[in-house]
């Protein structure tokens, strides 16, 4: 069982910034990738950025590529998504996933909404 806690959302205008952690608790050393997905009311939920727990590897949606950066800290089992240049259209509950393994994220968080004004 792997626990995860969001945290660091909240409403920010466009164009401003904001940085979500994720903490992992539990059995974390069964975690292969971490992920951030959101979801819109009325939409379903979608890939945002992944990485790799022990390589770092990482990937994004090309919606987000070159604003948003995510990264961990192992010794903090923590996950990090750093979102600049924030558009109206990022608004939605942020989701941290843990993947056991690649694609299969069996653990999820509660979420924690963005909301970007314009």
């Known amino acids: 069982q792997v626990n995860l806690a969001e945290s660091g959302g909240g409403l920010v205008q466009a164009g401003g910034s904001l940085r979500l952690s994720c903490v992992a608790s539990?059995?974390?050393?069964?975690?292969?990738?971490m992920g951030w997905f959101r979801q819109c009311p009325g939409k379903e939920r979608e890939f945002v950025a992944r990485i790799s727990w022990s390589g770092g590897r990482t990937s994004y949606a090309d919606s987000v590529k070159g604003r948003f950066t995510i990264s961990r800290d192992i010794a903090k089992n923590t996950v990090y998504l750093q979102m600049n240049s924030l558009e109206a259209e990022d608004t939605a509950v942020y989701y941290c996933?843990?993947?056991?393994?690649?694609?299969?994220?069996?653990?999820w968080g509660r979420g924690t909404q963005v909301t970007v004004s314009s």
């Open positions: 996933a843990s993947a056991q393994t690649m694609g299969n994220y069996g653990f």
């Open positions: 539990g059995r974390t050393s069964i975690n292969y990738y």
